[in-house]
């Protein structure tokens, strides 16, 4: 067997927890606890296992992603998700050709665990193990996820395991390994995918080469913010910026200032990555003068980083003004989306400063644009989060909250609302919840 490369070696990793996992006979649950920017590492194994032709282990892994909002249907609804996934399989798999699913008690929880039981009985050994990954899109009950969980470990057979994902330092599922310490068998994952990219850059070589060299310093720069080493983050921008100014790269100049402002933000140095941020608008800027396509997308986007920087940092005035000066931005780059999250931010933003008249009529506005998008913009975009913040402020304000939500239904349909509220547990990224 060759060598493997850099983020091969990395998943090598996730074999050898899971094997772990697999080995302690009392366990059930594995809690994988793991980065939100390195959840990208797990999606590669899951599709590596997915792979007839790449999968190393004698499981089958079903992601099951609906999110956690009524404890008692959450099982009945997995339960359905499993049975979709098995009559897709089923014209593939002769195992399957006769499976009848186990009758319905109404026991959501049973019912589920009694489905995947006999999936593995059909299957025999050639589903030795079936791994349900609970990956829901949003946990708005903590105590109420802990309970389920420790009901589904209770009914689990024996050649079913359940894998959910936690941050670390989290305690969200506290009660639940309490209330099962043995079936409950926990493991980090700290997979360093920025230093894999670096080891891929190295082994590309062209080093000798402005764009190696660039290519070189930004990921490192990179890696060195997810370590959270500022001085060699920014010792490897400087690197990066020496090599984009002297070829001209305007548009690279922009990407290190936002490399370092993001992981300002994520150290929480909102003042630092304002500075950095408005740097980048300065860069973006320029190429906009000087005819770039690119300035005036990015310009657009080092405000809205701005704005973030100014909302971490709490400065409410300074901050609503940030956005609403950058709305002409957004109309300019053809951007509703981000035109409505300006006009919705600074709302937040006046709320928070206290002056709940003025939210109310950004929030106005906003809902004004959102309904003036096309269905599919409009259903990707963020209305549903403006939409809780104008029923959070209607009684502030003394206005009638059903003419808005009709309006909100005819947007958006019903419900209306995102998925649940604030998530207490794991939500898989990319779904990034909003003030």
Same mark, same amino acid.
């Given at each position: 067997?060759?060598?493997?490369?850099?983020?091969?070696?990395?998943?090598?990793?996730?074999?050898g927890?899971?094997?772990?996992?697999?080995?302690?006979t009392e366990?059930r649950?594995?809690?994988w606890?793991?980065?939100?920017?390195?959840?990208?590492?797990?999606?590669?194994?899951?599709?590596?296992?997915?792979?007839?032709?790449?999968?190393q282990?004698?499981?089958?892994?079903?992601?099951l992603?609906?999110p956690?909002?009524d404890?008692?249907?959450?099982?009945a609804?997995?339960?359905?998700?499993?049975?979709?996934?098995?009559?897709?399989?089923k014209?593939?798999?002769?195992?399957?050709?006769?499976?009848?699913?186990?009758?319905?008690?109404g026991?959501g929880?049973?019912?589920?665990?009694?489905?995947?039981?006999?999936?593995?009985?059909?299957?025999?050994?050639?589903?030795?193990?079936?791994?349900?990954?609970?990956?829901p899109a949003?946990v708005?009950?903590?105590?109420?996820?802990n309970?389920?969980?420790?009901?589904?470990?209770t009914?689990?057979?024996?050649?079913?395991?359940?894998?959910?994902?936690?941050?670390?330092?989290?305690?969200?599922?506290?009660?639940?390994?309490?209330?099962?310490?043995?079936?409950?068998?926990?493991?980090?994952?700290?997979?360093?995918?920025?230093?894999?990219?670096?080891?891929?850059?190295?082994?590309?070589?062209?080093?000798?080469?402005?764009?190696?060299?660039f290519r070189?310093?930004?990921?490192?720069?990179?890696?060195?913010?997810?370590?959270?080493?500022?001085?060699?983050?920014?010792?490897?921008?400087?690197?990066?910026?020496?090599v984009?100014?002297?070829?001209?790269?305007?548009h690279?100049?922009?990407?290190?200032?936002?490399?370092l402002?993001?992981?300002?933000?994520?150290?929480?140095k909102?003042?630092?990555?304002?500075?950095?941020f408005?740097?980048?608008?300065?860069?973006?800027?320029?190429?906009? &003068?000087? %005819? $770039?396509?690119?300035?005036?997308?990015? #310009?657009?986007?080092?405000? @809205? !980083?701005m704005?973030?920087? +100014?909302?971490?940092?709490q400065?409410?005035?300074?901050?609503?003004?940030?956005?609403?000066d950058?709305?002409?931005?957004?109309?300019?780059?053809?951007?509703?989306?981000?035109?409505l999250?300006c006009?919705?931010?600074?709302?937040y933003?006046?709320?928070?400063?206290?002056d709940s008249?003025?939210?109310?009529?950004?929030?106005?506005?906003?809902? &004004?644009? %959102? $309904?003036a998008?096309?269905?599919?913009? #409009?259903?990707?975009?963020? @209305? !549903?989060?403006?939409?809780? +913040?104008?029923?959070?402020?209607?009684?502030?304000?003394?206005q009638?909250?059903?003419?808005?939500?009709?309006?909100?239904?005819?947007?958006?349909?019903?419900?209306?609302?995102p998925?649940?509220?604030a998530?207490?547990?794991?939500?898989?990224?990319?779904?990034?919840?909003?003030?």
């Open positions: 067997m060759g060598r493997l490369n850099p983020v091969a070696r990395r998943l090598e990793q996730l074999y927890q899971w094997e772990t996992f697999m080995d302690d366990a649950l594995l809690r606890i793991v980065q939100p920017h390195e959840f990208r590492g797990v999606e590669a194994f899951f599709a590596a296992e997915d792979d007839e032709r790449a999968g282990l004698p499981v089958a892994f079903v992601r992603e609906d956690f909002e404890p008692l249907a959450y099982g609804t997995l339960r359905q998700r499993l049975l979709d996934a098995i009559e897709l399989a014209p593939g798999d002769p195992a399957l050709a006769s499976f009848v699913p186990p009758k319905v008690t026991h929880i049973r019912d589920l665990m009694s489905l995947a039981g006999a999936l593995c009985k059909a299957e025999g050994e050639d589903l030795p193990t079936l791994a349900l990954v609970l990956i949003a708005g009950n903590r105590d109420g996820w309970t389920w969980l420790d009901a589904a470990l009914d689990i057979p024996p050649p079913v395991r359940l894998v959910v994902f936690d941050y670390p330092g989290s305690q969200a599922l506290a009660p639940l390994m309490q209330a099962q310490p043995t079936r409950v068998h926990s493991a980090e994952i700290e997979l360093d995918l920025t230093g894999a990219a670096v080891e891929i850059s190295d082994e590309a070589g062209n080093l000798e080469t402005p764009a190696g060299q070189h310093a930004f990921l490192q720069l990179l890696q060195a913010v997810a370590k959270k080493d500022l001085p060699r983050a920014q010792a490897q921008a400087n690197i990066a910026t020496q984009a100014t002297t070829q001209k790269w305007g690279l100049l922009v990407a290190v200032e936002f490399g402002g993001n992981g300002l933000l994520s150290l929480a909102p003042v630092d990555a304002l500075r950095h408005q740097r980048a608008e300065t860069h973006a800027k320029r190429g906009e &003068e000087d %005819g $770039e396509a690119w300035g005036k997308g990015l #310009r657009l986007k080092a405000r @809205l !980083g704005g973030a920087a +100014a909302v971490q940092a400065v409410w005035p300074q901050a609503a003004t940030l956005y609403l950058t709305v002409p931005l957004a109309v300019a780059a053809e951007d509703p989306r981000s035109e999250d006009l919705r931010m600074a709302s933003c006046r709320e928070n400063a206290g008249f003025e939210a109310w009529g950004l929030g106005l506005a906003a809902l &004004e644009r %959102g $309904e998008m096309d269905e599919e913009t #409009r259903k990707t975009s963020t @209305l !549903g989060y403006l939409g809780t +913040a104008l029923k959070r402020l209607s009684p502030r304000v003394q009638d909250w059903a003419p808005i939500e009709r309006r909100l239904v005819a947007a958006l349909g019903d419900p209306w609302q998925d649940a509220g998530s207490q547990g794991f939500e898989a990224p990319g779904r990034v919840g909003a003030p």
